[in-house]
């Protein structure tokens, strides 16, 4: 199948991490994404990894890729109320055109 | 700003009616992305074009077409509307098309919210 999916709510404390994950189905997949989406406003990109990397971090945000497992997580370090909002995974396969999003995890960030 | 605009913001139609949502992508951008957002479905993949052609087909309903011109503005074009219709609409475009050579990072625009009545 095409799934990408993700758990639907996290809950953390502010200044503690964030660990969101995700799982996609197609090994083919070239490049995975997060986006992140405030309220009522569109998506935005924080960070990407292509597939043959295992890490990328970038200031607060750390990716981890495991292929074997075809498992994405994306990390942010001392999380603030500023950070709650949806955030989608997405991958793009290589020989398509299209992006598959997951569903998308809710964080909430609790003073 | 992500330098996408889409018009109209909001859009409040009845059923049966048709509607045409409007997209300019950033300069230079040659691709542009429909999705669909609704409470229960999440983000939908509905269609792709790429300077002028469609390139990929999502989830998009036959109700449903889309057209890219060629100042690269996008319509999409929601007929015999229905209540389950209601949704975000977002575009996003990218300077190229993901494929074999890879991705490209999307810039989205802030959405076109449709109420069906």
């Known amino acids: 199948g095409e799934d990408v999916e993700q758990s639907l709510f996290l809950s953390v404390r502010e200044g503690d991490s964030s660990v969101i994950n995700c799982t996609y189905t197609d090994s083919s997949s070239t490049y995975l994404y997060w986006y992140k989406q405030e309220p009522g406003a569109g998506l935005q990109l924080l960070t990407y990894i292509f597939s043959n990397m295992d890490m990328k971090q970038d200031q607060r945000l750390t990716v981890l890729l495991n292929k074997k497992d075809k498992h994405l997580s994306l990390r942010i370090a001392d999380t603030q109320t500023g950070d709650s909002a949806i955030y989608f995974c997405?991958?793009?396969?290589?020989?398509?055109?299209?992006?598959?999003f997951g569903t998308g995890t809710r964080l909430k960030v609790l003073a | 700003d992500s330098g996408v605009t889409q018009t109209p913001k909001h859009l409040i139609t009845a059923t049966g009616q048709r509607v045409t949502l409007r997209c300019s992508p950033r300069s230079g951008d040659l691709s542009v992305y429909w999705y669909q957002q609704s409470l229960d479905q999440g983000l939908q993949f509905l269609i792709q074009?790429?300077?002028?052609?469609?390139?990929a087909k999502g989830n998009i309903l036959e109700r449903f077409s889309a057209q890219q011109f060629p100042d690269l503005h996008s319509e999409l074009n929601l007929s015999s509307l229905e209540l389950g219709d209601s949704a975000l609409y977002f575009c996003?475009?990218?300077?190229?098309?993901?494929?074999?050579?890879?991705?490209?990072?999307?810039?989205f625009g802030p959405g076109t919210r449709l109420t069906v009545l």
């Open positions: 074009y790429y300077n002028g052609e469609e390139r």
């Open positions: 997405a991958e793009s396969r290589s020989g398509t055109y299209k992006y598959i």
């Open positions: 996003a475009s990218s300077v190229g098309a993901s494929g074999t050579s890879g991705g490209f990072e999307q810039f």
